[in-house]
């Protein structure tokens, strides 16, 4: 074992690209989606450092051409997620005692990868399996997987570099090890990034995982695991698997291995792993760590001193860009009489303008959504809200799916604060806007406090500082990340910590320290260099 207090390279945000006409990677992202369509891939699961195929096939599509076929899954079973427990706990013990900065390099030329070779081939599957547009895949499968990779491995030596004093005489250590078990990483659709993440910072950390994607994120994540098969992740160390979630389930939260969660979904999924963990607590060796962020009802508040356009665009970009898809998307609006009139022709303007259709066309600022089912929810409270007296529709309200899953951004606006789409999360290009009297900017606070389970993102647009210290502590509680004039979406790794709490799950903040103590259990060594011979105390010694 090298000898050593190494320092890793200092991390940085990785520049994000503008693929504008004429840019060398603009055309490489162009020759990576015609590639990429034009063949159909046979993605296997990773077990074992073995690719495992079945007999089970399943098309994969892109969202907004869902005729077209990219390739086939291997659809697993039980047997498969067994295979993937059984390769993670054999492969434990020589990956928690590997040197921390041979872990280190591993992720750290994972990063590399994804910034040069595989940029546009990560990108172009992002682009055709989840529907993103090359900005929106670019800053998510590109910038922010590689600045989880490269924040990380500074994370990891900031804590282990985390000691306690000693007193005279002895030496006190803390050693953070890796969990008694196995991780189970359960990832979302939406962000490659949260995909690539949640597995490999639990395996920085001297952890083996077991690894289930979205179904509909599939395409990219095969991706992931040829880049860290390529920079040298050992076979078990990541296993990654396409079963149902009902199979995982009855597996993993039974096994007595198993020593955590890293999740990313739906505060309903969430929830109901929780319980799945408590009743079974009795079957584990340890107690799991449930890290978990989970759904958003996410607000603006516009404050009668905005700046106007700001708010407007702050609207659109935070409701619409990824067509909504996102857990901190704005969803719920609160805007004031006096600048209503502008911040909707604004909107309304903005709107008029986007083009909406497939990846391929860079023109494009609003692709489809996920698949038929997000489509066909959207679709219903749409046909609700034209049906509604009581709420107006001021700007899309069509939808179509022929060709693919397309909704046009939508902008509801409603008399109710509480009406159905002000308080559910419809995780789709869909905003409800509530106008409030100017002068009941307090009374609107204690409304956006209390109207949802959520408290994941929230904004405030204001010039007056009293008003923005004001909303900033009545809404302390809201919202786990909080915009003062900007949009409540684009967290970077390593300036905005992400993650909230109530409905929105447990806040432990990933893309900082915070995130990577949940993967490690401490242990306090002392040792004592000249030990006492005698029991006696001298308080005990005679007069």
């Not at 955590?260 to 607590?281: A, C, L, P, Y």
Request: glycine share 8%; charged share 20%.
């Amino acid at each position: 074992m090298l000898k050593g207090f190494f320092k890793t390279p200092k991390p940085y945000n990785e520049p994000v690209l503008t693929y504008a006409p004429g840019t060398t990677e603009r055309n490489a992202l162009k020759a990576a989606l015609a590639d990429a369509r034009s063949k159909q891939l046979d993605i296997p699961m990773y077990i074992g450092g073995e690719k495992v195929y079945s007999d089970k096939k399943v098309a994969l599509r892109p969202p907004h051409d869902h005729q077209h076929i990219l390739g086939h899954f291997s659809q697993g079973n039980k047997d498969h997620i067994k295979q993937a427990i059984d390769a993670a706990l054999k492969a434990k013990a020589q990956w928690e005692n590997l040197a921390w900065e041979q872990r280190a390099a591993i992720f750290l030329k994972a990063a590399e990868l994804l910034a040069g070779p595989y940029r546009a081939k990560i990108n172009a599957a992002t682009m055709l399996g989840q529907s993103k547009n090359a900005y929106q895949a670019e800053i998510d499968s590109a910038c922010e997987l590689i600045d989880f990779l490269r924040f990380n491995v500074t994370y990891m030596t900031e804590i282990y570099s985390q000691q306690v004093d000693s007193a005279k005489g002895i030496w006190n250590r803390i050693e953070q090890r890796p969990l008694e078990g196995f991780v189970f990483a359960l990832t979302p659709f939406n962000f490659t990034a949260i995909a690539g993440n949640l597995p490999t910072s639990a395996a920085m950390m001297g952890n083996v995982v077991v690894w289930k994607p979205a179904n509909t994120q599939i395409y990219a994540a095969n991706v992931i695991m040829e880049v860290l098969r390529e920079a040298g992740l050992p076979a078990g160390v990541i296993n990654l698997v396409y079963v149902s979630g009902p199979d995982a389930g009855d597996v993993i939260f039974k096994h007595p291995d198993f020593a955590g969660i890293h999740f990313t979904g739906s505060t309903e999924v969430f929830q109901n792993i929780w319980k799945e963990i408590g009743n079974n607590i009795h079957l584990y060796k340890t107690y799991p760590r449930i890290v978990g962020e989970t759904g958003g009802k996410d607000f603006v508040v516009v404050h009668p001193s905005a700046d106007a356009k700001a708010a407007a665009v702050g609207l659109v970009r935070g409701a619409f860009e990824y067509q909504g898809q996102k857990c901190s998307a704005a969803s719920r609006a609160y805007v004031p009489k006096s600048l209503w009139p502008e911040i909707k022709e604004s909107m309304q303007k903005d709107i008029s303008s986007f083009k909406i259709g497939p990846t391929e066309d860079f023109e494009n600022f609003v692709n489809a959504v996920i698949d038929e089912k997000s489509f066909d929810k959207l679709a219903k409270y749409i046909d609700n809200a034209k049906n509604d007296p009581s709420v107006e529709i001021i700007a899309g309200g069509t939808y179509d799916k022929s060709k693919g899953y397309f909704i046009h951004p939508t902008v509801i606006v409603a008399k109710d604060p509480k009406y159905v789409t002000m308080c559910e999360e419809l995780f789709g290009p869909v905003l409800t806007i509530y106008v409030y009297e100017d002068a009941k900017f307090e009374e609107t606070l204690e409304l956006v406090d209390t109207t949802s389970i959520y408290a994941l993102t929230g904004a405030i647009f204001a010039q007056d500082r009293y008003a923005v210290e004001q909303a900033t502590t009545k809404l302390r509680n809201a919202a786990g990340n909080f915009y003062i004039n900007d949009k409540p979406t684009g967290a970077v790794v390593g300036q905005q910590p992400f993650g909230g709490a109530r409905g929105s799950g447990t806040n432990d903040k990933a893309g900082s320290m915070i995130n990577l103590l949940r993967w490690v259990s401490p242990r306090t060594i002392k040792e004592t260099f000249d030990p006492p011979k005698d029991y006696r105390y001298p308080f005990m010694d005679k007069e």
